[in-house]
């Protein structure tokens, strides 16, 4: 089958490799139909080594089952199914807390952005999709995988409720599924941190009530005006940087949240007094277990809701991913949908 | 009248020092009639440069009203009051959303160890003890003023609730506060992590269920093993030194919570994948807004319900302050309740 490998920074490729197998009864084979890039994927694509066996890339999916171990009891063959990036069991402690993304038989997806997948736990895993949805429905359906989730995540976790002000840093595609997820949430001011206009259009047809351009002292002094001097109740971090997390917590009002999604580029950063401890600002999030929310969100996309796939404003086959790279990381595209 | 005041690390004296004089309408003036020494007075006493004219010290008090400025309406002299370690307007935005620590018109005493006191915004800040209470309680309600008010926010913002776990680290006051705090909010599962057993044994009458003398990795495979292996859904941490941290982000649950009572002595620290993230762990508290719950509990001490003042383990008065800070730093004492 063909699959994207990374083999290095900038290096991307459509690769012949063996079909995958199921080695496990209780593991399903997927035929991939729908992926795309995320932007942890430009980490590597930024920083990865020279990897002469290249790596599997891709953690989100929808696809069609082809083959299901002895074990598997929810899906059958022909089922679509949305694969979130983690697999997890679904009835650990921690799944059972809602934390899949801690399951104790869970791991992270590679290897979604290629024509087949094994889907480990799959009925832990994987949610199927009714048959007969309509098609194009499927790249919202595709972002419950993770970007939408994330998003969605962020707002949860950073305690977002009626009348919150909320501010979100970064318009990335995952900031613009945090603002869609406040708006849900029913946030009354949300406040958009981000430069692209293009990004920060969309930002405002998804909720986005103020945009802020603005970075380092003149961000925060921007968003303290808005929020009259008082900052923002949740701040949902969805970049990962150290600027990022400096603008959070100059800009959380005191008792707090900042709710983090981006990938933490840092171990170490400041939560002494003088940042998070003095206004007893609470720091959350984490990778976020999708799978928890997934059966509750999913009837909001297939109802119309909510329309989360528009952070997808390109579409190129699995043979041109590499383009597909090359547009998110130069920001010429928000967020790129793969058909395998 | 007399005042402690500190002069350097380990310097600390009762002198004369003129009395305060109320300045503004807002303000009242009291007689102290129980103060004590905190956990944190420790760390002056242990770092404070050489300071001739001296620092003033103390934050916890009970003291009879003297004489209220003209704008005071809820005090009237000869009124008992219990005054928190900060003092806050009471109206502003940041106190009505129950963070008095924050407000606008806020600090933190100094000088409660002495024998009067101003109290700024005295409405928003002091608490009347009704008429006739009991003198017994007064150790219990001068808790109220700080410690046991925050062992109980390092419990609530750690969502303690029934059937919780909670591991406290620390078994100084505010750890044992914190014990019985978690114990009062139902927790089922209580480890209070300390190795001083006149400390543990009370911890174990307030509450713990599990005393764990071991630090470092033979601490934290400890609580593991106590959790079956999952971690504690909440880990009040009541020291504030980085050990305390690392130990409470490794026991930590996935998804559960860190909080923070104990005044960090660092500012920078993990927080990416590998620490917090990783998990979804959260990290909360700061200083404990003691006036949004006073009112609250005020009642479970005039009724019994609970005897938080049982951290006191000695009792001396003002004129021997210097040996109260020996006492306790040298751990003999838990905490010395001090008599102006």
Redesign the interface.
Known sequence: MKAALMFGAGDVRVVEVPDPVIQKPTEALIRVTYACVCGSDLHPYHGLADTPEGVSMGHESIGVVEEVGADVRTLVVGDTVIVPFAWSDGTC??CR???H??CVHGGFFSGAQAEKMIVPYADGTAVVVPAGTDESLMPSLLTLSDVYLTGYHAAV?GGVTAGTTVTVVGDGAVGLSAVLAAKQLGAETIILMGRHTARTDLGRELGATHLVAERGDDGVAKVMEITGG?GSHAVLEAVGHMPAYEQAYRIV???GTIS?VG??Q??????????????????????A?VRAYLEQILPQVLDGTINPGRVFDRELPLDDIAQAYRLMDSREAIKVLIRP
Do not use: I, M, Q, W
């Open positions: 402690a921690f807390d809602g934390v993304t801690s976790r008082l009002r005191p008792g983090r990938l933490p840092y171990e170490d950063a400041p939560v002494g007094f003088g940042s998070l401890f003095g206004k007893n600002a609470t720091l959350t999030g984490g990778p277990p």
